[in-house]
């Protein structure tokens, strides 16, 4: 199929759909989704059935298979998530919508460059809570409640090697974790944690 790129893009159908936690988002030819509230995340796997995080988008992010190369290619509700079908008139796919995709991309990719794990997983909470996370007076709450696995698959290591990296984290101070699968970074502990 050719794409063509154009400005500027067509307003989402107001027909808004639910997607409970750990549900998949119809992939559809000439569609794709923009995500209302809530976090999804794009995948892929492997031969070997290994599952690779090709991004995380949140509200007003555009995803779908039209903007991938990937397959496999797989949406996946992170969080309870409300998103708006959008029909591609004449295969015609928007630059705002490629930009943000490369740009995470490049993010992931330097992210995951590291060669220790527990550096790439403070840089990747870091990246997370900046991207959905809020800020308290400790620090930086992520509150995506992602498992032990879902970290390990965008970091592309073991849920056994992040849970250990976790908890020596916790025990140096630079996090804490709470409640259901909550974190917060500990402002002046992650920085100096990094350096």
């Not at 154009?6 to 307003?11: F, G, I, L, Q």
């Not at 290994?50 to 995803?63: D, F, N, Q, R």
């Not at 496999?72 to 591609?88: D, F, M, N």
């Not at 696995?149 to 592309?156: Q, R, T, W």
Request: glycine share 6%; no cysteine; charged share 20%.
């Amino acid at each position: 199929m050719s794409v063509i790129f154009t400005s500027p893009p067509p307003v989402a159908d107001p027909s808004r759909q639910k997607f409970k936690v750990r549900s998949q988002l119809p992939v559809k030819q000439n569609y794709l989704w923009k995500i209302e509230t809530g976090v999804v995340r794009t995948l892929t796997w492997l031969e070997d059935g290994t599952i690779v995080t090709t991004g995380l988008s949140g509200p007003g992010a555009i995803v779908g298979q039209v903007l991938s190369t990937v397959n496999p290619y797989q949406i996946e509700a992170l969080t309870a998530v409300e998103a708006s079908p959008v029909k591609l008139e004449n295969d015609q796919i928007h630059s705002q919508w490629v930009l943000p995709h490369l740009q995470q991309a490049e993010e992931l990719i330097v992210i995951r460059s590291h060669r220790r794990v527990d550096i790439m997983l403070v840089k990747l909470l870091a990246w997370l809570s900046k991207r959905f996370g809020q800020e308290v007076e400790a620090g930086h709450l992520l509150d995506l409640r992602l498992t032990h696995n879902d970290l390990a698959e965008l970091i592309g290591t073991t849920r056994v090697t992040v849970t250990r990296v976790l908890a020596k984290l916790e025990a140096l101070g630079v996090i804490e974790r709470l409640s259901l699968q909550r974190i917060l970074l500990k402002e002046d502990e992650f920085w100096h944690y990094e350096i």
